[in-house]
């Protein structure tokens, strides 16, 4: 199976900029996707193809890929972005779908 | 706009088969998108269970591919998910996908979730 690796959690205060890592052999390779998931309800992509953000989705969210690692960037945190994120790629030698195990959100 | 709904029983007793069905309203399953499942367990992270196409071609999370199996009919427009043999560890919140991986994209429309707990 493949592995990504995502820190368990990132706190920043409002208005300041998080980044949240995800790691991973096949990054050079793959497209890392990037899912907002808030309590009780079902993931959101927020950013695809390492970069692309789906219409609906605030500028404020960007994402980045070099090497092995793939970074979600909010830029001037809000309250409301508090959540858990995960990382999302793929072998596709192989066609498995793979998950980093997620990194909450902790808005101080 | 693509929406999934799953449906299913929400309690399932050890050893026995859990299935559920995703509706899919607003897209066709016949498109060059693969349709999956997806659960998480209480209070863990997301684990990919496997996905299909509209030509029954499937692909499985390895540490489960011996007790899952996925299908598709393309004449109901839904897609179900079955799960033998299962234990407390099943115990998740199952969600079902549609799945652009294979063609670079991602898990672009997920349903709103249904809660399965196996009961001894």
């Known amino acids: 199976s493949y592995e990504l690796t995502q820190p368990p959690s990132v706190s920043v205060s409002p208005g300041q900029t998080a980044r949240i890592t995800c790691s991973g052999d096949a990054l050079p390779k793959e497209y890392a996707s990037w899912y907002q998931q808030k309590p009780g309800q079902a993931p959101v992509r927020i950013i695809y193809k390492d970069r692309e953000r789906p219409s609906g989705i605030p500028e404020r969210f960007s994402g980045s890929s070099s090497g092995t690692t793939a970074t979600l960037t909010i830029s001037g945190v809000r309250a409301e972005d508090e959540a858990d994120y995960y990382c999302q790629s793929a072998d596709t030698s192989d066609s498995y779908v793979a998950f980093g195990g997620g990194t909450n959100l902790i808005v101080l | ?120």
């Open chain 2, 1 to 120: 706009q693509v929406q999934l709904q799953e449906t299913g029983p929400g309690l399932v007793k050890s050893s026995e088969t859990l299935s559920l069905t995703c509706a899919v309203s607003g897209d066709s399953v016949n498109t060059p998108y693969f349709w999956g499942w997806v659960r998480q367990p209480p209070g863990r992270g997301l684990e990919w269970i496997g996905s299909i196409n509209q030509y029954g071609t499937t692909y499985y999370n390895p540490p489960l591919k011996s007790r899952v199996s996925i299908s598709i009919d393309t004449s109901k427009n839904h897609f179900s998910l079955n799960v033998v043999s299962v234990t407390a560890a099943d115990t998740a919140m199952y969600y079902c996908v549609r799945d652009g991986v294979r063609t670079g994209d991602s898990l672009d429309t997920w349903g709103q979730g249904t809660m399965v707990t196996v009961s001894s």
